[in-house]
Nanobody, 123 residues
Framework: QVQLVESGGGLVQAGGSLRLSCAAS????????LGWFRQVPGKEREFVAD????????EYADSVKGRFTISRDNAKNTVYLQMNSLKAEDTAVYYC????????????????WGQGTQVTVSS
């Protein structure tokens, strides 16, 4: 089992910045990737960004490219989401997720989820 704990959410004005952290613990030795999702009430959870634990390659949703940066600290088993130039539409609960590579389906999966942290951007 892997436990994921997010922190760093809060209230910020439009144009401001926040940094989210996600600390992973437990059986993390073969984690393939960690990522961030977000969800607004009444809407589906959407992908924000992802980083491979080995190698560090990243992916971003088009809506956050150029504004958000995902990074990792392997020694601390922590992944970060630096969010700059925040907009009101970035307001959501942000979730950290992680998992393994499934050779059965030939793709990575998200097997573990954090409890979420609220980000509110005031306009």
């Amino acid at each position: 089992q892997v436990q994921l704990v997010e922190s760093g959410g809060g209230l910020v004005q439009a144009g401001g910045s926040l940094r989210l952290s996600c600390a992973a613990s437990g059986r993390t030795f073969n984690i393939y990737h960690l990522g961030w999702f977000r969800q607004v009430p009444g809407k589906e959870r959407e992908f924000v960004a992802d980083i491979k634990w080995s190698g560090g390659s990243t992916e971003y949703a088009d809506s956050v490219k150029g504004r958000f940066t995902i990074s990792r600290d392997n020694a601390k088993n922590t992944v970060y989401l630096q969010m700059n130039s925040l907009k009101a539409e970035d307001t959501a609960v942000y979730y950290c997720a992680g998992g393994y590579y499934s050779y059965t389906i030939g793709a990575p999966t998200y097997d573990y989820w954090g409890q979420g942290t609220q980000v509110t951007v005031s306009s």
